[in-house]
C-alpha cells in the first residue's frame, strides 16, 4: 500500500493506493497525521483495490484515535468494492463519507 499525504491548512488528505490488509494496515496506523491531535484527516480511498477486516479495522481504530483527541477523520472517495465492505458490516453508520475530497475538505472546514 502507498500512502500519499497532502495538506490543507489544518486538514490533512491520506490518499491510500493498493491493497489495504493484515500486511499493511500498521503503516495506515503509524501514519503521522492520523497520530496527530490538532488535524483533521480526509482518508481518500478512491485508490484501494482490496480491503479485508484488518483494513477496516484499522481505519476505524484511527477513527476512534481520532474521536480521543477530538479530531476527526473523515472518508472520501469509497470505490464500490470498498463501499460494499462498510455496507456489509454496517460501518459506514460510523462515518461521515463523502463522494469527493473537496466536499470532504469543506465540510471539514466549517467544523
Same mark, same amino acid.
Given at each position: 500500500?502507498? #500512502?500519499?499525504?497532502?495538506?490543507?491548512?489544518? *486538514?490533512?488528505?491520506?490518499? &491510500?493506493?493498493?491493497? &489495504?490488509?493484515?500486511?499493511?494496515?500498521?503503516?495506515?496506523?503509524?501514519?503521522?497525521? *492520523?497520530?496527530?491531535?490538532?488535524?483533521?484527516? /480526509?482518508?481518500?480511498?478512491?485508490?484501494?483495490?482490496?480491503?479485508?477486516?484488518?483494513? &477496516?479495522?484499522? *481505519? *476505524?481504530?484511527?477513527?476512534?484515535?481520532?474521536?480521543?483527541?477530538?479530531?476527526?477523520?473523515?472518508?472520501?472517495?469509497?470505490?464500490?468494492? /470498498?463501499?460494499?465492505?462498510? %455496507? #456489509?458490516?454496517?460501518?459506514?453508520?460510523?462515518?461521515? #463519507?463523502?463522494?469527493?475530497?473537496?466536499?470532504?475538505? %469543506?465540510?471539514? %472546514?466549517?467544523?
Amino acid at each position: 500500500m502507498i #500512502i500519499t499525504e497532502t495538506s490543507n491548512g489544518s *486538514i490533512a488528505i491520506v490518499a &491510500l493506493s493498493g491493497t &489495504l490488509d493484515a500486511a499493511s494496515s500498521p503503516k495506515l496506523a503509524g501514519n503521522g497525521a *492520523i497520530g496527530n491531535p490538532r488535524q483533521t484527516v /480526509v482518508l481518500d480511498l478512491e485508490k484501494v483495490d482490496f480491503i479485508d477486516s484488518s483494513g &477496516l479495522g484499522a *481505519i *476505524i481504530g484511527a477513527l476512534r484515535k481520532k474521536s480521543a483527541m477530538k479530531a476527526q477523520l473523515l472518508l472520501s472517495c469509497m470505490n464500490d468494492r /470498498v463501499r460494499r465492505v462498510f %455496507e #456489509i458490516t454496517n460501518a459506514q453508520k460510523l462515518f461521515h #463519507i463523502f463522494d469527493d475530497t473537496a466536499a470532504a475538505v %469543506e465540510y471539514a %472546514e466549517t467544523r
